[in-house]
């Protein structure tokens, strides 16, 4: 038979030895282990959004905490912190902290203008943070069809007017009850935000949304319409971490993690939900 | 396919082409012997006459070998040879059936033992080839694209061993008449049927069962093969609630008719679905239920034409679909995700066998894509998102073999590429140059540039979810060069040692960005746009014959990533980068009736990114708890290793033959670790560390039959 002519008695013996060895000298070196946390660093984050026709209300500059150490806001707040707004019409504002808030700096009465540019300077012991936004353009919402809604079954369409400038429109909707009925969704146990009165939404490019369902209450809402520039709108598209893959959001300011961005609130609209 | 044809005494031969066609030109004239070989069917030879200016057509057919006497000598033959092309791979199926598998033989998680494949892990059938991520990786059947080839989340592969006659792996520098993925090629093409009698075999296992049933027709030959497993009806006998129910089922076929001398045609096609169906009880109340269906369906017709005695042609027309349908209700909340990419083409390839030295071929690759992927959340509520693009791939390639004398030979190609999103217009070029420096040594280099206009958003727990993309008009194709050089060896005793090393950098390779899009966007806003380097030495020393059979390989590699907005824009190793990676396999045939096999693996552990700190940042009035990442996949978790054991026992019953075979996974019970699960949920206390590890020690046993 050609099969027993073609096929070689070789003894196995040494290759299966090798083979072994190999396998020892793989298993001796799987002995290690990773760390379980990297070096804390301290770094600095910027949590700023200019509203066109506002003050500068809340700027906060906070900064990174060790991993495995509880999150005080009084403790991550940065202090001492000199922090300058600016206008490409010459226009500046130093920025004062608010008293009883660490990390919380305001200047309420320099007054955001829209299509201007801002920059932003903090000089801190160690480092200098910069970036800066341009305001997109004013817009106008329209009133919404209907502003008493039935959960799940109205479908009330929002509309707004293009603002020039605008990377995004951001929505925010939320609940003003004292003490709100929760609404039973599916899924709510794996929503971190599931208590939350507020919720937020993002539409790109379009001037035209059908009304999203975002809430966690019935009741009374406050509908808010922004359009946003490209810092805020980078922000909010990745700000959501996928903590196995440990992904961030996007970071518009120079040495520092965070936003500086800004944008138009043209109108508010009142929702009761039932 | 690769059959060996040659006239004894001479130089003179040749290999046959995907459809069993071969020519030998400028024979003188005179009486010769030919020789034809191939893997898995007798050999056989004949006494040919050549005339003078007379052209001499042959049709001949060879009779299928006893499985047991494939992996002789001649196989081992034609398969060394196929592999002195650069970076390829021709593995016999009979070669997979003597290897370790989960339940039952699987294509792709033997594939991915060879150097230069990673799995990202054990759970994955997906090939990561030279840094090249599954997408990049352009998968046939019979000619057909195939855009998810996986089963049972990613767990087991779409092609049923017992279908495939013949699997063709290029890790690198393929030639020009292929393209469209920066990677690599795997073409694999169904058994034809035997054409001179009705043969059927197939095995039942703890997962599945399947059949092949194969036989002649008046005119040419069919193959029908198929699978489906069991799961749901296992479940179904509990009496446990909130069970899920869980099936897959797939089918291949194919007819060969003989339509006129010169002239066939081929009808392919394959059929596999996936569905689970989970119904959410409470007190004997449905709650909720979700279906989720997915699978391909690929189809194609081929006609194959000869325009003279050396010029060959192929025509092909085929469709593929892959499609994921997820419906879920819960208290009367519906969500649904519909998901597809569909491809129809047109092909048409045409072989000239121009003379012993020249070797040419040349075609025509057109597609129409549809890409669709719809979400709707509720009725009525607002949430419907549809994404939906139909663009056009068209590519011309040429290409020809040169001998110039019997030690040199050199592919070179070019690709020419263009499609309507963009639009977009590229180049290919491919060169490979093979130098034999003795009748055991030679020398390759290979170098290319390679296109990719499609990209996908990979779910790594969930294949079924991959999302297809086109490129548009926002962001340039993928680009890929492949710098190659490789060396081959035959040692004694049937040993052959193969040495590659590869340097393959990327442009425009693209990561997901993790956020949510609500309404059509541009590829810029779904995707980061970067740069990858791939770079590596592969060592693959194999014996091919014997009662020892097997392979050891290793490699060192290094792949990674650059993107402006990730890593603060430094490079960071891919998550598939595994530095070190050996494997060994070994199949031994104490008695005719026993096999026993054996796998090992160890390779680097998996990358990681380790949290270094803590921040609060949102909207306003919206705060939200943030972790601050380290150094991107900047840590590795333990390494990875595993040994899986096979053991085979052949009989024969009422006239069946047949084998059972129990494969043991992971028999010293190495529970290798996944990934690591930090859990910050409450933030003002540390995170909870969990590392989660994959599958333990786990018995299977399959009983395969023929008659």
Redesign the interface.
């Given at each position: 038979m050609?099969?027993e002519k073609?096929?070689?008695?070789?003894p196995?013996a040494g290759?299966?030895l090798?083979?072994m060895l190999?396998?020892l000298v793989?298993?001796l070196?799987?002995c290690?282990?990773?760390?379980?946390?990297?070096?804390?660093?301290?770094?600095p984050?910027v949590?700023c959004?200019l509203v066109a026709g506002e003050g500068v209300e809340?700027f906060k500059l906070?900064?990174?905490?060790?991993?495995?150490?509880?999150?005080d806001?009084a403790l991550?707040g940065i202090t001492g912190a000199r922090i300058v707004i600016s206008s490409d019409r010459g226009d500046s504002t130093v920025l004062r902290p608010v008293p009883g808030r660490p990390g919380i700096y305001e200047s309420p009465r320099y007054i955001i203008n829209v299509r201007r540019r801002y920059r932003l300077r903090i000089i801190l012991k160690d480092r200098i943070i910069t970036s800066e936004t341009v305001c997109p353009d004013t817009f106008s919402l329209m009133p919404l069809s209907k502003t008493v809604i039935t959960y799940?079954?109205?479908?009330p369409v929002v509309r707004w007017t293009p603002s020039r400038g605008a990377a995004a429109y951001?929505i925010?909707i939320?609940n003003l009850e004292r003490s709100p009925q929760k609404i039973?969704?599916?899924?709510a146990d794996q929503d971190?935000y599931a208590d939350?009165k507020?919720r937020?939404?993002?539409?790109?490019?379009?001037e035209t949304?059908?009304?999203?369902?975002l809430h966690n209450y019935y009741g009374y809402h406050i509908l808010r319409v922004y359009a946003i520039d490209e810092n805020?709108f980078r922000?909010?598209?990745?700000?959501?971490?996928?903590?196995?893959?440990?992904?961030?959001?996007?970071s518009s300011v120079t040495n520092a993690?965070?936003?500086f961005g800004s944008a138009v609130l043209r109108k508010t609209t009142y929702i009761l939900v039932e | 396919m690769g059959a060996n044809v040659f006239l004894a005494g001479t130089g003179w031969g040749a290999a046959t082409n995907k459809s069993g066609y071969f020519a030998i030109s400028h024979v003188p004239p005179g009486k010769y012997t030919l020789h034809v070989r191939f893997v898995g069917y007798r050999s056989r030879k004949m006494v040919v006459e050549i005339l003078p200016g007379k052209f001499l057509s042959l049709r001949i057919a060879l009779r299928p070998q006893p499985i047991?006497?494939q992996d002789?000598?001649?196989s081992a033959r034609y398969y060394r040879e196929e592999e002195k092309n650069a970076s390829t791979v021709a593995m016999p199926v009979a070669r997979l059936r003597g290897l370790p598998a989960i339940g039952e033989t699987d294509l792709l998680r033997a594939l991915q033992l060879l150097p230069g494949i990673q799995a990202v892990n054990e759970l994955s059938s997906g090939l990561y080839i030279r840094g090249g991520s599954p997408d990049q990786n352009l998968i046939l059947l019979d000619d057909i694209t195939v855009y998810n080839p996986s089963h049972f989340f990613g767990f087991f592969s779409t092609f049923n061993p017992d279908a495939i006659k013949d699997i063709r792996l290029i890790r690198g520098g393929f030639p020009a008449e292929y393209g469209g993925r920066l990677s690599a090629v795997l073409d694999i093409t169904n058994r034809d049927g035997n054409r001179e009698r009705f043969e059927s075999r197939g095995a039942v296992s703890l997962i599945s069962s399947k059949l092949l049933i194969e036989g002649p027709l008046p005119r040419g030959s069919f193959m029908i093969s198929g699978r489906r497993t069991y799961l749901d009806l296992l479940l179904s006998l509990s009496r446990e609630d909130n069970l899920p129910q869980y099936y897959f089922y797939d089918l291949n076929a194919k007819v060969n008719l003989d339509i006129g001398q010169g002239d066939r045609l081929i009808f392919s096609g394959y059929l596999g679905r996936d569905n689970l169906h989970f119904d959410r009880k409470e007190q004997n109340v449905t709650t909720?239920d979700i279906n989720i269906g997915w699978g391909n369906r690929v189809f194609s017709a081929q006609w194959i034409h000869l325009f003279g005695p050396r010029l060959f042609a192929r025509f092909v027309l085929a469709a593929s679909r892959f499609q994921s349908l997820i419906d879920a209700d819960?208290?009367g909340?519906t969500v649904i995700f519909d998901n597809s990419i569909q491809d129809y083409s047109a092909k048409a390839n045409l072989e000239w066998f121009a003379s012993p030295q020249h070797y040419a071929k040349f075609g025509v690759w057109l597609t129409r894509y549809r890409f669709f992927n719809a979400i709707r959340?509720?009725?009525?509520?607002?949430?419907?998102n549809r994404i939906a693009s139909r663009p056009i791939y068209l590519a011309l390639f040429v290409q020809d073999e040169w001998r110039p004398s019997p030690r040199w030979k050199v592919l070179a190609g070019l690709r020419a590429n263009a499609f309507s999103d963009g639009p977009h217009i590229q180049l290919d070029p491919r060169l490979q140059i093979r130098r034999q420096l003795t009748n055991r040594i030679g020398l390759l280099f290979s170098l290319g540039s390679y296109t990719q206009y499609t990209t996908v958003v990979v779910n790594d727990v969930a294949s079924f979810a991959d999302l297809w993309y086109p490129i548009d008009d926002t962001i340039d194709p993928q680009r890929s060069q492949h710098y190659i050089a490789g060396l081959d060896v035959e040692l004694p005793?049937?040993f052959s040692l193969n040495v590659e090393a590869y340097y393959k950098p990327m442009q425009n390779v693209v990561e997901f960005?993790?956020?949510?899009?609500?309404?059509r966007?541009k590829l810029k806003?779904i995707f980061y746009v970067g740069r990858g380097l791939s770079r590596g030495i592969e060592f693959f020393l194999q014996?091919r014959?014997?009662?020892?059979t097997?392979w050891?390989g290793y490699s060192w590699s290094r792949t990674t990533r650059t993107f402006v907005?990730l890593n603060a824009g430094k490079p960071f190793p891919a998550k598939w980068d595994f530095t070190h990676d050996?494997t060994?396999t070994?199949s031994?045939r104490p008695a005719s009736k026993w096999q026993l096999g054996a796998t090992?693996v160890?390779k680097s552990?998996p990358t990681?990114?380790?949290?270094?700190?803590?921040?609060?940042?949102?909207?306003?009035?919206?705060p939200?708890?943030?972790?601050?990442?380290?150094?991107?996949n900047?840590?590795?978790?333990?390494?990875y290793?595993r040994?899986d054991l096979f053991i085979s026992r052949k009989f024969q019953l009422l006239g069946i033959r047949g084998s059972a075979n129990l494969n043991i996974f992971n028999v010293y019970n190495h529970r290798n670790v996944w990934?690591r699960?930090?859990d910050?949920?409450e933030?003002?206390?540390?995170?909870k560390?969990t590392d989660v590890r994959l599958l333990p020690i786990l018995p299977t046993l399959e009983v395969t039959f023929a008659f």
């Open positions: 050609r099969f073609s096929v070689t008695h070789r196995p290759i299966v090798a083979a190999l396998m793989a298993w070196l799987g290690s282990s990773p760390s379980v946390y990297d070096q804390y660093r301290e770094e984050v949590e959004l809340e906070s900064r990174t905490l060790p991993v495995d150490s509880p999150y806001s991550a799940l079954k109205d479908q951001y925010s939320t039973e969704r599916p899924f971190p939350r507020s937020f939404y993002w539409t790109l490019g379009l949304v059908i009304y999203p369902w805020f922000y909010l598209q990745t700000s959501f971490q996928n903590v196995r893959e440990m992904t961030e959001p996007e993690l965070g936003y | 047991e006497l002789v000598e001649v909720g819960a208290s909340f959340i509720g009725e009525n509520t607002g949430f419907e005793w049937s960005r993790e956020s949510h899009n609500p309404n966007d806003d014996k014959s014997g009662r020892l097997g050891i907005h050996l060994i070994l031994y090992f160890y552990g990681f990114t380790v949290p270094a700190g803590k921040y609060r940042l949102g909207p306003p009035g919206f939200i708890d943030y972790i601050r990442a380290g150094p991107k900047g840590a590795r978790l333990e390494p290793h040994l990934y699960d930090y910050f949920r933030l003002n206390e540390p995170p560390v």
